[in-house]
């Protein structure tokens, strides 16, 4: 599908849009959590992100975490129905006097039968996603972000092609890869769909969305009325017609969607949700999803029932 059907079919009324992306999903919807394994001082001037150095955003920053509390926050998944549970860290790239640890936190994860590891630690090098996949990582989490032709808009410290290059190292090594964007950030329309070709041509397992929750003191700070609510369910359906095969994920600011409009999605056009908080916002109570879930008649898939591998 080009750019032109794609665009046709985001200006078809919400309904009949939403019509044509429930063809493709599946029954269940797949829950995942994390742990925000290292936090803030981060190099880069992501424009929208807390953890930039750059901003003065005082968030608290605090170094890699020790294993108990990886071990214990992925108890605490598994209490919630989570099948995959990630670390994540702060920083462009893993920092090398941690690694080790890292694929430690990984191997610990992998002992739970009921989860499949993930991790989003930055930007790779060909060493470290080969070091990855050999400790048993199922998953490597590492977003787009934004379409290529709006990237330095957004960050001007790395590239988007050193974010493509990550992708295809993850593939390279036999890992799945979790790759997905940011609505919100002061992108068009055509740059929303130049997205979700670009995700296509990726062809990630799992496509996270976030809606950008603006901070105060960064330079999105006063970007909440860049994308409404109708124009997230478009961009989601347009994501799924455009990548069939891969679980939409409901991720950082999906509460600033209305409920109504978070059972449209779960209904039409998402099948995964990022249970409990994120990284520097918070989400919704775990027992509040699960709730969901059930009365709109889905089932929450768990790691032994998943049809991805």
Known sequence: M?????????????????KISAMYIKDGVEFCSLI??????????????????????EIESFPLVDIKQVTEAAKD???????????????KTPDESDFDRMLEMIEEINKFPELKSCA?????????????????LKRFHHNINTAGSYYSEVC????F???????????????????????GMGESVEQRVEMALTLAEIQPD?????ILMPIANTPFENYLDKIDEENVLRTLAIFKIANPKAILRFCGGRMRLSLENQEKALQSCVEGIMVGNYLTTVGRKPEEDIETVERIGKK??????????
């Open 206 to 210: 799992s496509i996270p969305i976030n």
């Open 161 to 183: 092609e050193e974010r493509i290059n990550t992708c295809k190292l993850v593939k390279k090594y036999g890992m799945e890869l979790c790759c997905g964007v940011i609505l």
């Open 120 to 136: 989003s630690i930055g930007i790779l090098n060909e060493e470290q996603a080969k070091r990855l996949a050999q400790c048993g």
């Open 77 to 91: 998944a598994i209490k919630h129905k989570a099948s995959r549970f990630a670390i994540v860290t702060s920083g």
């Open 156 to 159: 001007t410290t790395h590239s």
């Open 36 to 57: 925000n394994a290292r936090n803030g001082k981060c190099s880069q001037n992501c424009k929208y992100c807390a953890q930039s150095s750059h901003y003065n955003t």
């Open 300 to 309: 929450i898939i768990c790691s032994t029932t998943s049809k991805e591998n």
């Open 2 to 18: 080009n750019k032109d059907e794609l665009l046709r079919l985001y200006n078809l009324p919400l309904d009949e849009l939403l």
